[in-house]
């Protein structure tokens, strides 16, 4: 197959909405969620009342090689689901060492990481504030607000996303609301 010459070129992303003009956004409503949250009762009556869109992002269809980057706009909206803030389902990348940065336009919330050797971090975005993810560490945003969280992030074209790791064993952390504010806790169905 010959190597599609790539060619320069610009796309908008709004600065506060993180919306494109030009291009569509993948969206995962909250029936494209199940499992991820840990109150299947409050997710269920949640999918069931309106499923509503938990997260929309933009990512550019570039050839996945080693020496080009991916980058585009996620916008996790706000809500919950019983007392768990709406987030993203989170992912490795299938090569586990490649990192990824974003940069927070709007909103305010936190990316929650973890390796497979059991380290976990939190780290807080707020307009202006960029998050460095480290090569083999899962990453999932999650929107503490009550506007749209809104990041820019890059990472490396063929970096891949595995999801299956945390569709199986979840995250050892949840990030739920408790006495009106974001609370870090171990979760109760984490499988080791
Ligand atoms: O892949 P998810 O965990 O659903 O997150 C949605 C998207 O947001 C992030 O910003 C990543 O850079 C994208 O590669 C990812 O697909
Ligand atoms: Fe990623």
Redesign the pocket.
Known sequence: MTEKVLKPFTIDFDLITGHSETKNSTK?PLSKMKGMYADDVAFESAVQNDDQLV?E?Y?LDLPETPGNLLF?T?IVYPGKVGDEYFM????FHTILDTG?VYYCLSGYGAMLMENPEGDWDIQYFSPGKGVYVPPRYAH??INLGNDPLV?F?T?RADAG?DYGTIETKGYRKLVVERDGKPEIIDNPKWKE
Do not use: L, P, V
Not at 88 to 91: F, P
């Open positions: 995962r997260y992002f990512e585009g996620s993203t389902k989170g992912h990824e999932r945003s990041t992030f990472f996303h």
